[in-house]
């Protein structure tokens, strides 16, 4: 799970695929794609770094 979240990461073409549900994660059950997508969809806030992902719209 880890290196498919790491994969998705570096192809985010791959996480709006996804969420458009034009391509399906093989291997993964349903319970495990939608806690995938909703991690995609909540905004990324690292301490201290100054940097934080894409605002919902």
Known sequence: MKK??????????????????KIS???VT???QQAIMEAFNEPIYVSGSGWRGAEKE
């Open 30 to 32: 349903a319970r495990e």
């Open 4 to 21: 498919l979240i790491q994969y998705l990461l570096i192809h985010p073409n791959l996480i709006r695929a996804l969420k458009e549900n």
């Open 25 to 27: 994660l093989v291997g």
